[in-house]
């Protein structure tokens, strides 16, 4: 089955750098990837998403880069504010009506 | 975005008793529910898979006769957690899929067995 890999497991920047966030996947069938911000205690939030047919997406300060060769995608946020602090997770599936198998999360703290 | 909601949001219970989570798709119809485990400082772990009208697939590990799942209709999905041990107490959380391909989740239950 899908294994997804994620790095860092925690990211400390300060407000205004960018951050990185970087994540690997294992099935060549996968199509989907969304990355999602969860907030303690509350439901992961869709930030962005890709798809296998799309290199890069971008959305004001957010964007995801796919290599479908090397299996592995990317989260980059720039200009990073202090309520970007939160724990971030790629994710992967088989599209359509596929199960979503996650990375295991980057803690990202932004310092004032 | 579509709305899902998941009830209770916090639940004590006692070990050795059952508890029920709801998790209801408001404005559109689901025909996958997903099921999701997530221990403190932890990724979501895949649980089990459901499809209205059908037995839910499980994944490896996870015990299909603790952990009872029920579709019945194409806006509610059951989990049932059976003799609930302290082991049990994690967030659980649920996602509805409609025809796209976006997943929404519901707000979670905090799940605490004493």
């Known amino acids: 089955g899908e294994n997804v890999e994620q790095h860092p497991s925690t990211l400390s920047v300060q407000e205004g750098d960018s951050a990185v966030i970087k994540c690997t996947y294992s099935?060549?069938?996968?199509?989907?990837f969304p990355w999602y911000k969860q907030e303690l205690g509350k439901r992961p939030q869709l930030i962005i998403d890709i798809r296998s047919n799309v290199g890069e997406k971008k959305d004001q300060r957010i964007a995801v880069t796919l290599n479908k060769t090397a299996k592995h995608f990317s989260l980059h946020i720039t200009e990073t504010q202090p309520e970007d602090s939160a724990v971030y997770f790629c994710?992967?599936?088989?599209?359509?009506?596929?199960?979503?198998?996650f990375g295991q999360g980057t803690e990202l703290s932004v310092k004032p | 975005g579509a709305v899902v909601s998941q009830h209770p949001s916090r639940v004590i219970c006692k070990s050795g008793t059952s508890v029920k989570i709801e998790c209801r798709s408001l404005?559109?119809?689901?025909?996958?529910m997903f099921w999701y485990r997530q221990f403190p400082k932890q990724s979501l772990m895949l649980m089990a898979t459901s499809n209205e009208g059908s037995k839910a697939t499980y994944e490896q590990g996870v015990e299909k006769d603790k952990f009872l799942i029920n579709h019945a209709s194409l806006t509610l999905s059951t989990l049932t957690v059976t003799s609930a041990h302290p082991e049990d107490s994690s967030f659980y959380i649920c996602?509805?899929?409609?025809?796209?391909?976006?997943?929404?989740f519901g707000q979670g239950t905090r799940l605490t067995v004493v």
């Open positions: 099935d060549s069938a996968s199509n989907y």
């Open positions: 404005d559109f119809q689901a025909t996958t």
């Open positions: 996602s509805a899929l409609g025809v796209s391909t976006e997943a929404f």
């Open positions: 994710a992967a599936s088989e599209g359509q009506g596929g199960k979503l198998i």
